[in-house]
């Protein structure tokens, strides 16, 4: 069995992860599995920066090193998307700064085995849609009193280990 993949993450400031928790309900009163089904406890809404093999401590300390000047990161709400595959997810697509896609390509640089696709920042807000719940998903946010924000805003860059069930803050104020 491969090993699960560790991932570095941005997390929210505390308003923008009541905002997402928020969202995820209107879809679960909707009758739309959202990601508040997810009952890991390290679970929160997060941006997924990189994923891949336990990352070594030089890893940890460039990410460190590279993200720390930029948090808190306020990254604009493009919009919602599908992300594509077998039961696609929906999530708010966000805008990285010319600072974080710089980190993230140094980070990619340097973690011998990371996840080696595009960066897509986003908050996923429905995993695994069936392709008839996405109509009832945007409808239930567009009517469901879940407005849309503008912007998101990241306060820190954590590390899941998904062998130990446990995120170590890198760098920020988680």
Do not use: K
């Amino acid at each position: 069995m491969p090993a699960r993949q560790h991932a570095l993450e941005l997390v929210l400031a505390p308003g923008d992860d009541t905002s997402v928790r928020a969202r995820w309900q209107v879809l679960e009163d909707a009758g739309v599995a959202s990601s508040a089904r997810h009952r890991g406890a390290t679970h929160r809404p997060h941006v997924t920066v990189l994923g891949g093999p336990p990352p070594e401590a030089a890893v940890l300390r460039v990410a460190a090193a590279r993200w720390a000047p930029l948090l808190p990161l306020t990254m604009p709400v493009a919009g919602l998307v599908l992300l594509e595959g077998r039961r696609p997810a929906l999530a708010e697509l966000l805008v990285p700064s010319a600072g974080a896609v710089a980190a993230h390509a140094e980070l990619c640089t340097v973690w011998l085995g990371a996840d080696d696709r595009p960066w897509v920042p986003h908050l996923t807000l429905a995993p695994r849609l069936d392709l008839g719940d996405a109509t009832t998903a945007l409808t239930a946010l567009a009517e469901g009193g879940s407005a849309p924000t503008r912007a998101r805003v990241a306060v820190a860059l954590r590390w899941w280990d998904p062998e130990q069930g446990s995120v170590h803050t890198v760098t920020g104020q988680d």
